[in-house]
């Protein structure tokens, strides 16, 4: 009998991803699973959804999930974690839910470094609620609220959230990957499991923020939404980490 080379993760359920084709939500709530899987937290787990694309994330991964009204992730999560401090406890939430109603949550998540680990998903414009222009919406990038592309002179230059958070004492672990090719997943992968480590060890509040594609709202192919991504928004959204607390940053 062949020894299987790849399983699906146990930190999955069975239930189908509603996903539009060529999403990268799905590879994200994969390498988010197998981390906690590796780890050996799932049951222990508490995961906390937002409102957004990945709002039925509840119905995806295999540990107890609790919904939080738009933004307040961040919130829900520290009552979850201060009630609990032995659970490990995270928020999943995208650029329009973290960075626009959401700012002051995530920063002041940070600012008391609450032990809790945020992914951020950005893809650049708000996807659940029809394609509006995000606060990461790039400079022309056209939007159903910017339809003839995003003007720094209307709303400003795109936020750069790590950069921002990287400049509070208790974000001790924040990063930038993508999921546009392999390579770059497996690098996904390795920041995901560090942010929950800096997690399991007390250290403070640790954050990744994941560039992703959404073909349907950006109006291209799967194919060509990763492509994309690596030309339009690796220029302007670095990747790299920016704060470790390895490095005593």
């Given at each position: 009998?062949?020894?299987?080379v790849?399983?699906k ?5 069975d239930k189908?991803?509603h ?10 709530h ?7 899987e ?9 995961g ?5 694309c ?7 991964f295999?540990c ?8 307040r ?5 520290t009552?979850?974690k201060?009630?609990?401090p ?5 928020t ?5 839910d ?5 700012t002051a949550?995530i920063?002041?998540v ?6 809790i680990?945020?992914?951020f998903?950005?893809?650049a ?10 606060p990461t919406?790039?400079?022309?990038q ?10 720094e002179?209307?709303t ?10 990287a ?6 672990f924040?990063e ?21 480590e ?10 990744v923020?994941?560039l ?9 192919t799967?194919?060509d939404s ?7 928004m ?15 940053k």
């Amino acid at each position: 009998m062949a020894t299987p080379v790849f399983e699906k993760t146990k930190g999955l359920t069975d239930k189908q991803f509603h996903y539009c084709p060529g999403c990268t939500h799905g590879i994200i709530h994969r390498l988010v699973a197998e981390v906690l899987e590796e780890l050996g937290v799932t049951g222990e787990t508490i995961g906390v959804a937002p409102v957004g694309c990945s709002v039925l994330a509840y119905d995806y991964f295999n540990c107890d999930m609790h919904e939080a009204a738009h933004g307040r992730a961040p919130a829900v999560a520290t009552g979850i974690k201060r009630v609990r401090p032995d659970n490990t406890v995270f928020t999943y939430q995208g650029d329009g839910d973290l960075a626009a109603i959401g700012t002051a949550e995530i920063v002041h998540v940070a600012l008391r470094a609450e032990k809790i680990t945020t992914i951020f998903v950005n893809n650049a414009i708000y996807g659940m609620t029809g394609g509006q222009m995000a606060p990461t919406t790039l400079i022309g990038q056209k939007a159903t609220t910017s339809p003839y592309g995003r003007s720094e002179a209307d709303t400003g230059k795109p936020l750069r959230v790590c950069e921002m958070l990287a400049t509070i004492d208790g974000a001790v672990f924040v990063e930038r990957v993508s999921v546009h090719d392999v390579p770059h997943i497996r690098k996904a992968k390795k920041a995901i499991k560090k942010a929950f480590e800096v997690q399991l060890r007390g250290e403070g509040f640790a954050l990744v923020e994941v560039l992703s594609t959404c073909p349907t709202n950006w109006g291209i192919t799967p194919v060509d939404s990763l492509a994309w991504l690596k030309d339009n928004m690796l220029p302007y959204f670095p990747l790299g980490n920016f704060r470790t607390p390895e490095e005593g940053k």
